[in-house]
């Protein structure tokens, strides 16, 4: 089973979502979890990063259901 273009929509939609998530933590983050404001930054750009790049995998070439060049009734 290859890869198709449904598969990366799965992967596209948590990754960004998730990845967004953590960027929108590190923007307002204050109080103790300013120290952890790196750390959401580093896991959204990464979440973001790997979500966007499965988009640019090839997809394979698309195989003919004609198999056999004499059609059937002839």
Not at 12 to 23: E, I, N, Q
Not at 45 to 52: E, Q, R, T, V, Y
Not at 56 to 69: I, M
């Amino acid at each position: 089973m290859g890869l198709n273009r449904t598969a990366k929509g799965i992967v596209l939609v948590p990754t960004l979502l998730l990845g967004g998530a953590f960027l929108a933590a590190a923007a307002w983050a204050q109080g103790p979890a300013e120290s952890n404001r790196s750390l959401a930054i580093t896991l959204g750009a990464i979440l973001m990063g790997s979500g966007l790049l499965a988009q640019l995998l090839p997809e394979p070439p698309r195989e003919s259901e004609e198999t056999d060049p004499v059609p059937p009734g002839g």
